[in-house]
T-cell receptor, first 111, second 116 residues
Framework: DQQVKQNSPSLSVQEGRISILNCDYT??????FLWYKKYPAEGPTFLIS?????DKNEDGRFTVFLNKSAKHLSLHIVPSQPGDSAVYFC??????????FGAGTILRVKS | NAGVMQNPRHLVRRRGQEARLRCSPM?????VYWYRQLPEEGLKFMVY????????ESGMPKERFSAEFPKEGPSILRIQQVVRGDSAAYFC??????????????FGQGTRLTVV
């Protein structure tokens, strides 16, 4: 039972353009959402998060949008850079202790 | 200030052997989480420990898997009688007391277990 779904296994974007990564969830008890970035042979690195009481959070080139009614969140990266090429995981939490991860989206930024 | 240290980075075990994975949390961190990533999948929560206590083990398989975080020393994830399906990357994360998971949890580089 996948509570967090990332339906796009991969995404390819031109350098300088916007990257949009999507994530859907089914558990309405989730109250905190996060995006992680992961390079091969490394552990996930926290990128940005959003509480369920907000609908947008911005940090530099990264913005996360949350649509609670649709149970959908997205990560926007503007402008995309080659160094952004990595696997991006969406994650959610309802108890503040454990995270439920999506399967990840491979982002390739072409220069 | 060293990050979360996991060792070994790579571990090869024959079916039926035991695997021991170690995690040293960041200095000052007293909470440890273990996650497993199977091929082509996201990370899946296994267990959450504080010093000498298992807080949440809802993600741990019922048999062969155990975890501890002693008063002194690293956290250990132990897999007895390994099978091929245990082959995965095992990640440890640590956070300070009362931290919000995720934003203040730092992941190690993982241990890649291969069962042959």
């Amino acid at each position: 039972d996948q509570q967090v779904k990332q339906n796009s296994p991969s995404l390819s974007v031109q350098e300088g353009r916007i990257s949009i990564l999507n994530c859907d969830y089914t558990n309405s008890m989730f109250d905190y959402f996060l995006w992680y970035k992961k390079y091969p042979a490394e552990g996930p690195t926290f990128l940005i998060s959003i509480s369920s009481i907000k609908d947008k959070n911005e940090d530099g080139r990264f913005t996360v949008f949350l649509n609670k009614s649709a149970k959908h969140l997205s990560l926007h990266i503007v402008p995309s850079q080659p160094g952004d090429s990595a696997v991006y995981f969406c994650a959610a939490s309802e108890d503040g202790n454990k995270l439920v991860f999506g399967a990840g989206t491979i982002l390739r930024v072409k220069s | 200030n060293a990050g979360v240290m996991q060792n070994p980075r790579h571990l090869v075990r024959r079916r039926g052997q035991e695997a021991r994975l170690r995690c040293s949390p960041m200095k000052g961190h007293s909470h440890v989480y273990w996650y497993r990533q199977l091929p082509e999948e996201g990370l899946k929560f296994m267990v959450y420990l504080q010093k000498e206590n298992i807080i949440d083990e809802s993600g741990m398989p019922k048999e062969r898997f155990s975890a501890e975080f002693p008063k002194e020393g690293p956290s250990i994830l132990r897999i007895q009688q390994v099978v091929r399906g245990d082959s995965a990357a095992y990640f440890c994360a640590s956070s300070p007391i009362n931290a919000r998971v995720g934003t203040e949890a730092f992941f190690g580089q993982g241990t890649r277990l291969t069962v042959v």
